[in-house]
């Protein structure tokens, strides 16, 4: 079945940086796109990131554009998000989702705080 795996959360300094991975298992990875979205305590969840299939073309929300950097390996089924110039408004829970075939699937999440 679809998997779904976060990793690399945790605590950081405001203008600190963390690399989270996506690890994906269950369907042809490097066919879809996957998304990054995030969830703040009270707040909706919310579109932070996009990769196509290929890598060839990514899109970012304004909050982070210049900031935030996607990027995937296709070889190992996993998708990254590098986050640079870490704010404490960028504190959330990160998911990663892929559709595929008309269904959509969630990753567990991984926190992120950012706290001095």
């Known amino acids: 079945q679809v998997q779904l795996v976060e990793s690399g959360g945790g605590l950081v300094q405001p203008g600190g940086s963390l690399r989270l991975s996506c690890a994906a298992s269950g369907f042809t990875f490097s066919s879809y796109p996957i998304d990054w979205y995030r969830q703040a305590p009270g707040k909706e969840r919310e579109l932070v990131a996009a990769i196509s299939s290929t890598g060839g073309s990514t899109g970012y929300a304004d909050s982070v554009k210049g900031r935030f950097t996607v990027s995937r390996d296709n070889a190992k089924n996993t998708v990254y998000l590098q986050m640079n110039t870490l704010k404490p408004e960028d504190a959330a829970v990160y998911y990663c989702?892929?559709?595929?075939?008309?269904?959509?699937?969630w990753g567990q999440g991984t926190q992120v705080t950012v706290s001095s």
């Open positions: 989702r892929a559709s595929t075939n008309g269904a959509i699937y």
